[in-house]
């Protein structure tokens, strides 16, 4: 997640992270991109953040992108 205003990182999570690989392996990316969708949501909560605009950067609404976007509401991110 980014603040575009002042240009800032304020969440971020990938399928590269330590705490998330252990919990990917074997899965296909669309589950992994799901679970990384949920990691996303649980770290804006720790900082406060529940409501997001989800900019999808021209990518289609389909497949890895949705799974992200699934697993982040389905752990309370709202956009």
């Known amino acids: ?3 575009d205003a002042v240009g800032l990182t ?4 990938s399928t590269i992270d330590h705490e998330l690989r252990i ?3 074997g899965l296909k990316k669309t589950e992994q991109a799901r679970i990384v ?3 996303i949501a649980e770290r804006a909560k720790t900082k406060g953040i529940t409501e997001v605009v ?3 950067g021209g990518f ?10 699934d697993g982040a509401r389905h752990n309370g991110l709202v956009f």
């Open 1 to 3: 997640m980014i603040d």
């Open 10 to 13: 304020l969440v971020s999570a």
């Open 23 to 25: 919990k990917m392996q």
């Open 37 to 39: 969708g949920e990691a």
């Open 54 to 56: 989800f900019d999808r």
């Open 60 to 69: 289609q609404y389909i497949g890895r992108v949705k799974a992200l976007a």
